[in-house]
């Protein structure tokens, strides 16, 4: 099976504006779920997703959504860029959730400048 | 609340020397564990998990690790580390009833010495 997909790699955005970033799952995989790795702050979680609804939330500011699509691809999105969203985005995904493994996408390398 | 927290954010060996990386946790209900190895700009690859059953689990790679309840570690190790071995180490908790949210420590940097 092909692995877990992200798009696109690298992105450079200017302080203000807003950003879409996709995630194609592992097939058959009906859970995905989004992190933000930064030097300072690890590894946070910041939503799952799972058969297009939102099951979990971590502690990120509203500026910071997402969705899932009936063919479990996800996409996130943060509004009003600041220089602090500068950061690797990981989405992962897992057949069901829960407390079963996640397997990780290459990520996308965020700047905000 | 579940939290993990890993030992020494760099670790140094010798090439061939035994490679072992500290991880302990703190959780209310059984905990279901992993450790993700990360190498330079890329994603997170799965190297072992502990859910319920043998409390030793061997991973990919030679890597293996061991859950002590009594403790509350699970302690990543390999005989005789590699050179291609060097990468960072992430310990992970599952939130159980939380759905697919992992909590990870701050990570541990691997170097591997000629």
């Known amino acids: 099976k092909a692995g877990v997909t992200q798009t696109p790699r690298y992105l450079i955005k200017t302080r203000g504006q807003q950003v879409t970033l996709s995630c194609s799952p592992i097939s058959g995989h009906r859970s995905v779920s989004w992190y933000q790795q930064t030097p300072g702050q690890g590894l946070q979680f910041l939503f799952e997703y799972f058969s297009e609804t939102q099951r979990n939330k971590g502690n990120f500011p509203g500026r910071f959504s997402g969705r899932q699509f009936s063919n479990s691809r996800s996409e996130m999105n943060v509004s009003t860029l600041e220089l602090g969203d500068s950061a690797l985005y990981l989405c992962?995904?897992?057949?069901?959730?829960?407390?079963?493994?996640?397997?990780f996408g290459p990520g996308t390398r965020l700047t905000v400048t | 609340a579940q939290s993990v927290t890993q030992l020494g954010s760099h670790v140094s060996v010798s090439e061939g020397a035994l490679v072992l990386l500290r991880c302990n946790y703190s959780s209310s209900v059984p905990p279901y564990l992993f450790w993700y190895v990360q190498y330079p700009n890329q994603g997170l690859q799965l190297l072992l998990k502990?859910?319920?059953?043998?409390?030793l689990v061997k991973g990919i790679n030679g890597f293996e690790a061991e859950f002590k309840k009594s403790e509350t570690s699970f302690h990543l190790t390999k005989p005789s580390a590699h050179m291609s071995d060097a990468a960072e180490y992430f310990c992970?908790?599952?939130?159980?009833?939380?759905?697919?949210?992992?909590?990870f420590g701050q990570g541990t940097e691997l170097s591997v010495k000629p």
């Open positions: 992962a995904s897992s057949d069901t959730g829960g407390s079963y493994e996640q397997y």
């Open positions: 502990y859910t319920t059953g043998a409390t």
């Open positions: 992970a908790v599952s939130v159980y009833n939380q759905g697919g949210k992992l909590i």
